[in-house]
């Protein structure tokens, strides 16, 4: 597609409900990462993936969130037993190569709400 | 891990003010970009300046990589130029200061 795009848009779910959120990149983008963001607040990094696999992992906050991506394109989200503190914007960029040049881009992001 | 530290946390100025935004960082990095967050809370980047100093338009951006800061000017503001601005720095990971909010008022 010509940017990166993210579903739900929003979701509001109860405490203790599974939910996965959906990341689709930029086609051709290799990079993907995830972050939060709370209100207010900057971005949290939570996992980047190169290709299928997920070097870096070391954001995730917690063993209930998971994420993983197929095809080395879409990726999910999923985090499981939601709690309050969960609540935030889940954002995902993606980059044409990983490099530390590259741009990144970013979705519109998926705000959660975890009653 | 390496901090990021963004300057100042808000800002107000009247349409057609200058402006400056700072990000200090604690270690070396090979990567620096600048990212706008419009009020809708898309992100779009603006620079990617890991040294030196570069121009777009109304916005410029210099790195000084030796002594960890980079510097975001923004000449001429329009009320447009309003959300927060995010300094993002990678020695591997991507890591993002916590933004300076900026208020152009018309």
């Known amino acids: 597609g010509a940017g990166v795009s993210q579903s739900p848009s929003n979701k509001v779910t109860e405490k203790g409900k599974d939910v996965e959120l959906r990341c689709d990149p930029i086609s051709g983008h290799t990079a993907l990462y995830w972050y939060r963001q709370s209100l207010g607040q900057g971005l949290e990094f939570l996992i980047y993936f190169q290709g299928n696999s997920a070097p870096d992992k070391s954001g995730l906050p917690s063993d209930r969130f998971s994420a993983e991506r197929t095809g080395g394109s879409v990726s999910t989200l999923t985090i499981q037993r939601t709690q309050q503190e969960d609540s935030a914007v889940y954002l995902c960029a993606t980059q044409l190569n990983g490099g530390a040049s590259d741009t990144q881009y970013f979705g519109p992001g998926t705000r959660l709400t975890v009653l | 891990g390496i901090q990021v530290e963004q300057s100042p946390p808000d800002l107000i100025l009247q349409e057609g003010a200058n402006s400056t935004l700072r990000c200090n960082f604690s270690?070396?990095?090979?990567?620096l970009q600048w990212f706008h967050q419009n009020p809708w809370g898309q992100l779009i980047n603006l620079f990617y300046?890991?040294?030196g100093t570069k121009q777009n338009g109304r916005l410029s951006a210099t790195t000084v990589a030796t002594e960890r800061y980079s510097l975001l000017y923004i000449s001429s503001s329009q009320t447009t130029d309003s959300g927060v601005y995010f300094c993002?720095?990678?020695?591997?990971?991507?890591?993002f200061g916590s933004g300076t909010r900026l208020s152009i008022r018309p």
């Open positions: 300046i890991p040294s």
């Open positions: 993002a720095v990678s020695p591997s990971k991507i890591i």
């Open positions: 270690d070396s990095v090979n990567n």
